[in-house]
């Protein structure tokens, strides 16, 4: 089994930064791609960032391009989440999750286990 939990979360005014945990147990991630979904009150969950874990290779969604940036410790196991420029829109719940394959991903459908999220709360 393969525990995540994600930490860094809170309030934040338009304009400002948070940068987002995901610590990994259990199981090893040397070849299990992570990502970054959210998801709002009323909507449905939404891919934000995904990187592979042994080259670093990243993907983003449309609406955080230029703002956040994915990296990952292989050392300590553990995937950040660096968070500029938020906006109102940003605010959600944010989970850690990683993949059942190797090939980057934005579906949820691929991503096999996940954390219990951490809040981000952007007021403008």
């Known amino acids: 089994q393969v525990q995540l939990v994600e930490s860094g979360g809170g309030l934040v005014q338009a304009g400002g930064s948070l940068r987002l945990s995901c610590a990994a147990s259990?199981?090893?991630?040397?070849?299990?791609?992570m990502g970054w979904f959210r998801q709002a009150p009323g909507k449905e969950r939404e891919f934000v960032a995904a990187?592979?874990?042994?080259?670093?290779?990243?993907y983003y969604t449309d609406s955080v391009k230029g703002r956040f940036t994915i990296s990952r410790d292989r050392a300590k196991n553990l995937v950040y989440l660096q968070m500029n420029t938020l906006k109102p829109e940003d605010t959600a719940v944010y989970y850690c999750?990683?993949?059942?394959?190797?090939?980057?991903?934005?579906?949820?459908?691929?991503?096999?286990?996940w954390g219990q999220g951490t809040q981000v709360t952007v007021s403008s």
């Open positions: 990187i592979t874990w042994t080259t670093g290779i990243t």
């Open positions: 259990g199981q090893t991630f040397s070849n299990y791609p």
């Open positions: 999750a990683a993949q059942r394959g190797l090939e980057l991903a934005n579906q949820a459908s691929e991503y096999q286990h």
